[in-house]
T-cell receptor
Framework: DTGVSQDPRHKITKRGQNVTFRCDPI?????LYWYRQTLGQGPEFLTY????????KSRLLSDRFSAERPKGSFSTLEIQRTEQGDSAMYLC?????????????FGDGTRLSIL | GQQLNQSPQSMFIQEGEDVSMNCTSS?????WLWYKQEPGEGPVLLIA?????ELTSNGRLTAQFGITRKDSFLNISASIPSDVGIYFC???????????FGKGTKLSVKP
């Protein structure tokens, strides 16, 4: 059983550039979550998919952030026109079918650094 | 909004000692989870608690879901150097099943 996979693990980019991160959830998991974690803090919820449907996106930090899960399998998180404040660890988590209290399993994240 | 308060923020202990950390909330949660995170990695699930009053063990780890559903504690017995990391509590209670995390307890173990 492979866990949640995220790519790339690290991304360094200049301010103003667009970045895209990919998440491959555990194969039988239909729920997928994106979180952001800054230094000294716990992960902060951003958005959620059930299969291909994005059911919650009001927590995305600004309209520069968007996420997709076109076929209900992998997901991408895009940040446009990056700013220095976007520097953080971006974590993806997935959970299986069943009631929404199923525990979430996390990937190792993508660490974004904005120069 | 919902917030979780974790304490202590950090702990420095000697190998072999027992550890206790806790988490309190202003809101009720239906599920409490405890995760451990090591540098450069994502949080790893340690224990999940589903019922008020539930006491669950995973090896040297024991966690309890408070009766009021507003708190939980995690105990680690006979600590070892590989227990080093940041321990997060998380409440599962967002409208979409999202997790709400505390700020973590950083554990350091001296051999």
């Amino acid at each position: 059983d492979t866990g949640v996979s995220q790519d790339p693990r690290h991304k360094i980019t200049k301010r103003g550039q667009n970045v895209t991160f990919r998440c491959d959830p555990i194969s039988e998991h239909n729920r997928l979550y994106w979180y952001r974690q800054t230094l000294g803090q716990g992960p902060e919820f951003l958005t959620y998919f059930q299969n291909e449907a994005q059911l919650e996106k009001s927590r995305l930090l600004s309209d520069r952030f968007s996420a997709e899960r076109p076929k209900g399998s992998f997901s991408t998180l895009e940040i446009q026109r990056t700013e220095q404040g976007d520097s953080a660890m971006y974590l993806c988590a997935s959970s299986p079918r069943g009631d929404r209290n199923q525990p979430q399993h996390f990937g190792d994240g993508t660490r974004l650094s904005i120069l | 909004g919902q917030q979780l308060n974790q304490s202590p923020q950090s702990m420095f202990i000697q190998e072999g000692e027992d550890v206790s950390m806790n988490c309190t909330s202003s809101s009720i949660f239906n599920t409490w989870l405890w995760y451990k995170q090591e540098p450069g990695e994502g949080p790893v699930l340690l224990i999940a608690l589903y019922k008020a009053g539930e006491l669950t063990s995973n090896g040297r780890l024991t966690a309890q879901f408070g009766i009021t559903r507003k708190d939980s504690f995690l105990n680690i017995s006979a600590s070892i150097p590989s227990d080093v990391g940041i321990y997060f509590c998380a409440g599962l209670g967002g409208s979409q099943g999202n997790l709400i995390f505390g700020k973590g307890t950083k554990l350091s173990v001296k051999p």
